[in-house]
């Protein structure tokens, strides 16, 4: 058990190195930078493709998607006109700091305004690697219970931003907001927590705006 320990401890000493190295990277280009992480099935790239259909004539985007096989959520992406790119982990539950400097190398996606970073679909081995991201958003679907902050809390403490997502389907689902929005405070009492349906468009404006003054604030700073 000790040399596995060690091991893990040399793999993500060396992936902090690289996601330095893209921090500052990301700050020269002045891109604000998000890291989402959720459970397959979330929402994630519906929700980018909203962003886009909201923000692409406001700000030049660009999205690295994340998955274990196929380029169904880059192809997504690119057809509303913005460039993405596909990493495809082979079975791996995490993008690492490595995979993102590689994608910057291989694709066009800097000089960007905001840059996502739609992680393997995963709640546990995503949260530990930092990708020189700005901020990490947790999305949970209504549709998965509410009891995911509860079993997972690690990301929802990481998380700066917790997501609540197919708000349209509330009335239709066990999912007790009062709890969820209780326990995600409890956990990070500084963080910040959205409600919103991709599909009907409630709690877009939120969303975008909470990324528009992020994006300015960090261009101050």
């Excluded at 495809?88 to 993008?95: D, E, F, I, K, W």
Aim: one cysteine or more; proline letters at 4%; charged letters at 25%.
């Amino acid at each position: 058990m000790k040399h596995v320990v060690t091991i893990r401890r040399k793999a993500l000493a060396a992936s902090e190195e690289h996601a330095r190295t893209l921090r500052s990277r990301f700050a020269d280009a002045r891109a604000l930078v998000l890291n989402l992480i959720s459970s397959p099935g979330s929402g994630k790239t519906t929700l980018l493709e909203r962003t886009v259909d909201r923000l692409a004539d406001r700000c030049r985007l660009a999205v690295i998607e994340g998955d274990v096989a196929t380029e169904r959520d880059a192809d997504r992406i690119r057809a509303l006109g913005v460039p993405a790119h596909q990493v495809l982990t082979g079975g791996a539950c995490h993008l690492d700091a490595r995979q993102i400097e590689t994608a910057l190398e291989t694709a066009d996606l800097l000089p960007a305004d905001i840059l996502f970073i739609e992680n393997v679909g995963n709640l546990i081995c995503p949260t530990t690697y930092d990708l020189g991201e700005d901020f990490k958003v947790a999305l949970l679907s209504v549709t998965e219970g509410d009891d995911k902050p509860f079993k997972y809390p690690a990301i929802f403490s990481r998380a700066e931003v917790t997501v609540i997502t197919k708000s349209d389907l509330l009335p239709h689902v066990p999912f007790d907001m009062a709890a969820v929005t209780e326990h995600v405070a409890s956990l990070n009492p500084g963080g910040t927590l959205l409600v919103l349906s991709s599909t009907t468009g409630d709690g877009m404006d939120a969303w975008c705006n909470l990324l528009l003054g992020r994006l300015a604030d960090k261009r101050r700073s």
